[in-house]
T-cell receptor
Framework: DTAVSQTPKYLVTQMGNDKSIKCEQN?????MYWYKQDSKKFLKIMFSYNNKELIINETVPNRFSPKSPDKAHLNLHINSLELGDSAVYFC????????????????FGSGTQLSVL | AQTVTQSQPEMSVQEAETVTLSCTYDTSESNYYLFWYKQPPSRQMILVIR??????QNATENRFSVNFQKAAKSFSLKISDSQLGDTAMYFC????????????FGQGTELSVKP
């Protein structure tokens, strides 16, 4: 079983559309994340959620809205897509976001490549 | 500002040889973790090795080892007996302890292992 799974793996869409990327983890972790990898392969955190509560929001445009219906799921909805949103989006999870040793280990999904035309 | 710098955008090495990838970072924090991640063409992010900043002993994982110089804020990765499967993008990253799992990544080094 895949520990952190994202769907879809590839997403091609037109400018102005609204799209969602889904993420699920079966590791029993409390914390989930979204990271963005741009065209130059640079990775940066977007959001983190701990037990459905937003912990980190790295000045991401309001068009991006994460939603966590339960601690095993963290979906990313993007409104009014722009060309600059084209990137690979990675979901990740960790046991917790602070405290005991081992919580720093992130498990990544395989990424969703978003192409906005 | 907390930053990670990888000064080698691309490197190549012959199969079975040893290669070292460089990484420097900047932070005023004293408790943090350092990581090397590998991203092969499959795009999957794979943790290669991890170092806790309070530990002086350099971490090793099979053919992978690090040279951690805390005072110099340097964290290089040595790959011994390079294999074709080591061909990938390698990212250096750090995480401040107790700050919510936020990884700060370097720009990456693309490593090619040649037969």
């Amino acid at each position: 079983d895949t520990a952190v799974s994202q769907t879809p793996k590839y997403l091609v869409t037109q400018m102005g559309n609204d799209k969602s990327i889904k993420c699920e983890q079966n590791l029993g972790h409390d914390t989930m994340y979204w990271y963005k990898q741009d065209s130059k392969k640079f990775l940066k955190i977007m959001f983190s959620y701990n037990n459905k509560e937003l912990i980190i929001n790295e000045t991401v445009p309001n068009r991006f809205s994460p939603k966590s219906p339960d601690k095993a799921h963290l979906n990313l909805h993007i409104n009014s897509l722009e060309l600059g949103d084209s990137a690979v989006y990675f979901c990740a999870s960790s046991q917790a976001f602070r405290g005991a040793q081992g919580n720093e280990k992130l498990f990544f999904g395989s990424g969703t490549q978003l192409s906005v035309l | 500002a907390q930053t990670v710098t990888q000064s080698q955008p691309e490197m190549s090495v012959q199969e079975a040889e040893t290669v070292t990838l460089s990484c420097t970072y900047d932070t005023s924090e004293s408790n943090y973790y350092l990581f090397w991640y590998k991203q092969p063409p499959s795009r999957q992010m794979i943790l290669v090795i991890r170092q806790e900043a309070y530990k002086q002993q350099n971490a090793t994982e099979n053919r992978f080892s690090v040279n951690f110089q805390k005072a110099a804020k340097s964290f290089s990765l040595k790959i011994s007996d390079s294999q074709l499967g080591d061909t990938a993008m390698y990212f250096c990253a750090f995480m401040i302890y107790n700050q919510g799992g936020k990884l700060i990544f370097g720009q990456g080094t693309e490593l090619s292992v040649k037969p």
